[in-house]
């Protein structure tokens, strides 16, 4: 079973900036839209950002100008570039296609704002 699989995350005080990675198989990346998504404790997991298979892309309001979802279409890989973080920002961070196929969920990858 193909899981994608997102790293990255870490511990940053608020201001600072992070970069997530989420490498996905060829036959899916070249397919489809692929997104970052984040939950947070007691939250549902919600859409942060999404990039078409043209590049086109979109974001939550809450990060729009401050986070950057990339795709590289040789590497099969997709980024979010995540600067002025919050501590509203914590969450665990998974990527998968838009709209999302469930039995790609991975573990997700930890992101902590905080002072």
């Known amino acids: 079973q193909v899981q994608l699989v997102e790293s990255g995350g870490g511990f940053v005080q608020p201001g600072g900036s992070l970069r997530l990675s989420c490498a996905a198989p060829g036959n899916i990346f070249r397919f489809y839209a692929m997104a970052w998504y984040r939950q947070a404790p007691g939250k549902q997991r919600s859409l942060v950002a999404r990039?078409?298979?043209?590049?086109?892309?979109n974001y939550t309001d809450s990060v729009r100008g401050r986070f950057t979802i990339s795709r590289d279409n040789a590497e099969n890989t997709v980024y979010l570039q995540m600067n002025s973080l919050k501590p509203e920002d914590s969450a665990v961070y998974y990527c998968n296609t838009n709209p999302p196929i469930d039995p790609l969920w991975g573990q997700g990858t930890q992101v902590t704002v905080s002072s």
């Open positions: 990039v078409s298979t043209g590049g086109r892309t």
